[in-house]
């Protein structure tokens, strides 16, 4: 007769159903208490089937964390026109950056592992950076085409807006302290807006 493990390794699961499990580990207990095993029995597979796919927990969670900040993305985008004019991408980074601060997981880890956000603050950009910096510097390249983004490289003003936008995000709470974040959030848009306008010490365009 075969063990219930054993039946479990053999049993197929999608790596949707995984990394699912992994998130509800996140929101339970937090990284530094999940385990594999932990996420294995969520999903209904076995260590070594995860192991399989993941050589480890860290690994797992990255990917459920660059999952969950580009689902944000895509839920603000989702059904609209690629924004094309100043306007609509500030609205589009502002409505971002207020989706990635109220999410759930992202609090979570803030609350209680804010450690794993550290290597991607201070020493390397991670994968959802990455794609997020070649969205918005596509979005800036088209707004230079139409006229409403000043001329700066899109490269430069793509970095300088996630960063900018980055600081809302994480650190906004620490300042909502006799103001809100809607009122922040309100001054990023101004912000955001001021600094694509056409006008500024352009630089040369490259």
């Not at 699961?13 to 580990?25: F, G, M, P, T, Y």
């Not at 660059?66 to 980074?93: F, S």
């Not at 109220?102 to 390397?124: A, K, Q, T």
């Not at 950009?125 to 990455?130: F, K, L, P």
């Amino acid at each position: 007769m075969r063990s219930g493990s054993q039946n479990r390794s053999r049993r197929p699961v999608s790596d949707k159903a995984v990394l699912e499990a992994a998130r509800e580990c996140l929101l339970t207990v937090g990284m530094r208490r999940t385990t594999m095993a932990d996420i294995a029995r969520r999903a209904g597979t076995s260590r070594q089937t995860i192991y399989r796919r993941w050589p480890d927990v860290q690994t797992l969670v990255a990917e459920v964390m660059t999952g969950q900040w580009l689902a944000v993305v895509d839920a603000v985008l989702d059904g609209g026109d690629r924004p094309g004019a100043r306007a609509e991408i500030v609205d589009v980074l502002v409505a971002v950056a207020a989706g990635l601060r109220s999410d759930p997981l992202l609090r979570r880890i803030v609350e209680v592992d804010p450690e794993l956000l550290v290597p991607y603050l201070f020493d390397r950009r991670g994968v959802s950076q990455d794609v997020m910096l070649d969205r918005i510097e596509s979005m800036l390249a088209e707004g230079r085409r139409g006229g409403t983004v000043r001329g700066l490289p899109s490269g430069v003003m793509a970095r300088t807006v996630l960063l900018t936008a980055q600081s809302f995000v994480l650190s906004a709470a620490t300042m909502a302290d006799g103001v809100t974040v809607a009122e922040l959030d309100d001054q990023l848009h101004d912000l955001l807006d001021r600094y694509l306008a056409p006008g500024g010490r352009e630089g040369e365009s490259r």
